[in-house]
């Protein structure tokens, strides 16, 4: 009899639990009713408009070697500022809504004396590999387990840097329902997820959290999905509103800029939060992600609110500086009478009293002084790069 080694066995571990992150299709009823959606088309999920995942015609090769080889700062020379919210979280907001930015496109908001947690991210990489892919340079400021008790979590869509493998096998434990898009339940009900708290949406659907005054409802984004070379858009991508008695938020997922943020506003508005992506954007792939100075079109197009951007400071996930998204936002939008809201990350703020941004990346930005600093192996920064 062959004994394996006890380094065979621990490859063999790194291996079954690397593929479990990759998660689980969607079989039975569940595909079923996905097949029934009006964004289901020849066996995938697609854009309202002729918008794919990959790059713009005409930019591949001068987009795939600045990738490789630019000089750009993509990640900072030192952790950024943060904060600890546990002594305010032991507090109800005084105005009934309060956001604690976590780092990418993770938020804990209380509203209305109710908890959501959005896109939780806690791994070290977003990726399916331990081993390998985008590693986080910034670090979670509490974790998991001193969060206070949740009501809901959102999952926008099953990108690695918005589903995380190793935070939902954790969250999993808690008596907490999931709200996400159509065939991402196949992930969770993989992981531990209990079937009967996983509330699948297409677009305009909506579902009112048990026993308590406060809805979600999935929204158009334009965008794509997928976890591995197959796969790709067999599950819904969507931007998600949540309504209690007294306020509302809208947050973005992933989601290039589309008129249909006009029609979110009308149906769903007004918003007293929006929650809108800004990093990790390209003019060559412009179409499935905003960026900035888009985030800023996108938020007159919703209507206006208190602006808090995300999808920044954690993962070097593309071609641009690290601050380069704070650094537009804190040029562009009080020209544009932006009420915007940039705390620390960690910092618990209830948007309303927020009256000025401080730029408290910049003392990081200062350490660098101008030098270009050694990139990671592309390897390392493509987690949600739509090269096809």
């Known amino acids: 009899m062959c004994i394996p080694s006890a380094r065979r066995q621990s490859r063999e571990r790194y291996y079954n639990k690397d593929m479990s992150a990759f998660g689980a299709r969607a079989t039975g009823l569940r595909l079923e009713r996905m097949k029934g959606s009006p964004r289901w088309h020849d066996g995938v999920f697609r854009n309202t408009a002729r ?3 990959g790059l713009r015609k005409g930019t591949a090769w001068s987009t795939v ?26 507090r109800a907001p005084d105005t009934g809504l309060r956001a604690t930015w976590l780092g990418h496109s993770t938020v804990l908001v209380e509203i209305d004396g109710l908890r959501v947690l959005t896109d939780p ?22 974790p998991i387990s001193s969060l206070p008790p949740l009501d809901a979590v959102i999952i926008s869509h ?8 190793p935070s939902i096998l954790e969250l999993a434990r808690l008596d907490v329902p999931f709200f996400t ?9 993989s992981w531990g997820v209990q079937p009967e708290r996983i509330n699948e949406l297409d677009w305009w659907e909506s579902i009112e959290l048990r026993g ?3 809805s979600f409802t999935a929204a158009p984004s334009q965008h794509f999905s997928g976890r591995g070379v197959a796969g790709r ?9 949540v309504k209690g008695p007294k306020h509302s938020f809208f947050f973005s997922g992933d989601t290039g800029l589309t008129p249909e943020y ?57 071609i641009h500086a690290w601050d380069q998204p704070a650094e537009t936002l804190i040029e562009l939008a009080p020209k544009r009478s932006v009420h915007l809201v940039m705390p620390l990350i960690g910092e618990a703020v209830e948007p309303s009293r927020v009256e000025r941004v401080d730029a408290w990346w910049r003392p990081v930005s200062a350490l660098e002084k101008g030098d270009n600093q050694p990139q990671e192996p592309a390897s390392e920064v493509a987690a949600d790069y739509p090269i096809d």
């Open 233 to 241: 858009n067999t599950t819904l991508w969507s931007s998600f509103v």
């Open 121 to 142: 991210v806690w791994g070290e990489r977003a990726s399916p590999m331990s081993f390998a892919g985008p590693k986080r340079f910034q670090p979670v400021p509490v």
């Open 181 to 189: 898009s159509l065939g991402v339940g196949a992930h969770l009900q």
């Open 65 to 90: 070697g600045e990738f490789l080889f630019g000089g750009q700062r993509r990640t900072p020379l030192a952790p950024l500022p943060s904060a600890s919210p546990l002594e305010l979280w032991t």
């Open 158 to 165: 099953d990108h690695y840097d918005h589903l995380d493998y």
């Open 212 to 214: 308590r005054e406060l």
């Open 262 to 318: 006009g029609e979110i506003r009308d149906r769903l508005g007004p918003f007293d939060l929006v929650m809108l992506e800004v990093g990790a954007f390209h003019p060559a792939w412009g179409d499935i992600h905003l960026g900035p100075e888009n985030a800023l079109t996108a938020l007159e197009l919703l209507g206006g609110g208190a602006f808090l951007p995300v999808h920044w400071g954690t993962f070097n996930l593309a």
């Open 51 to 53: 918008v794919g995942p």
